[in-house]
């Protein structure tokens, strides 16, 4: 059949690292395109050129380097879906699969209204969010290697010695705590490395509250306990518009603060997919948790009760739920509006 004599064509592009499958189908669901194709945009853009009049939509999977595929593919005015692979059913029936089949069946959800689609988050935004999140990179390294010089330290002396005064040490506490030079060498490095990746954190973070302006809503969710600025610039940037959640339940959700236990007759038959949702405002909201906990009388009475209950892991998770239900409920989100208009109020 002519390509002119199709009324509509869906797209599916199965993106690897170095490569892409390219899958269309016909509004019957019949393939009329198939092949793998270099990972370079305009080779895509000139494969999808030939079908531009009949082009209905086109579904790109969510993997970790989906960014250059989608900003390409929307500058050139096509109608592109980020397809959320967490939540895509497996489709059944078929014997073998591979990237021929995935590519299809991306289409093939297109053309029936099933694809479950990952937020798009804009592209000027998304340099200060991935900044932040690089930023939590650093913090978890320079932990790492705060925890390895204590434990140094406690083998070699028997005794333990806190965060706060290991990362004032000099060289006459490294020489004071160990009597070989060699220990001595790698202590002293790891005190290097853990100032570079301090100096690193603050650097960062300067740059982001540089360029962040807070607005009223933002305000209120500072008024949340345990969100500071750092942690409430996480939560508004990797949220996007709140407009996405239906309500405070989908919103904690998506903050994986939400129990994925799967239970049949009030048993435990297992668990659903723990992934689903946003690792980084999981771990914010965790990290608020503890900073409320210790520092709010009401978090701390709370949690004293949660603590009767449950272990010290689940009463955390549960608090962290509350917080990321209460952000839901005070805040629009439209939270931050930034002086290079990333994020317009």
Not at 298 to 312: D, E, G, L, V, Y
Request: include cysteine.
């Amino acid at each position: 059949m002519p390509t002119e004599a199709r009324e509509s064509v869906y797209a599916g592009l199965d993106l690897h690292k170095r490569n892409v499958f390219c899958g269309l189908i016909d509004q019957e669901g019949r393939p009329i395109y198939r092949r793998r194709l270099p990972a370079e945009l305009p080779v895509i853009l000139q494969v999808l050129e030939r079908y531009r009049r009949q082009l209905k939509a086109v579904a790109v999977e969510s993997t970790f380097n989906w960014y250059w595929l989608v900003d390409g593919l929307q500058a050139a005015d096509d109608p592109v879906h980020l397809a959320n692979p967490a939540a895509m059913e497996k489709y059944s029936g078929l014997k073998q699969t591979d990237d021929e089949t995935d590519a299809l069946w991306l289409a093939e959800m297109l053309r029936l209204g099933i694809l479950p689609e990952g937020y798009i988050y804009p592209k000027a935004e998304r340099p200060v969010r991935d900044m932040l999140r690089r930023r939590r990179l650093i913090v978890r390294q320079a932990t790492q290697t705060l925890l390895s010089l204590q434990s140094m330290v406690t083998r070699h002396t028997g005794q333990s010695v806190s965060a706060a005064q290991l990362q004032g040490w000099t060289l006459p506490e490294v020489r004071a705590a160990f009597a070989e030079s060699y220990s001595q060498q790698t202590a002293s490095a790891l005190l290097e490395l853990l100032g570079q990746q301090r100096r690193l954190q603050h650097s960062l973070e300067k740059q982001v509250l540089a360029v962040a302006k807070p607005t009223r809503p933002f305000q209120r969710l500072l008024r949340i306990p345990g969100i500071g600025n750092i942690l409430g610039l996480t939560i508004a940037l990797e949220t996007g518009p709140i407009a996405r959640f239906a309500s405070a339940g989908d919103s904690a959700s998506y903050c994986r603060a939400v129990n994925s236990r799967c239970e049949s007759d009030g048993k435990k038959k297992g668990e659903n997919n723990r992934k689903n949702g946003n690792k980084y405002l999981g771990w914010a909201y965790v990290e608020a948790a503890h900073f409320a906990q210790r520092y709010s009388p009401r978090a701390q009475a709370w949690f004293a009760r949660k603590m009767t209950q449950t272990s010290r892991v689940v009463a955390v998770k549960a608090l962290a739920c509350k917080l990321a239900k209460a952000a839901y409920s005070c805040c629009a989100m439209r939270w931050i509006s930034t002086r290079t208009n990333c994020l317009e109020e």
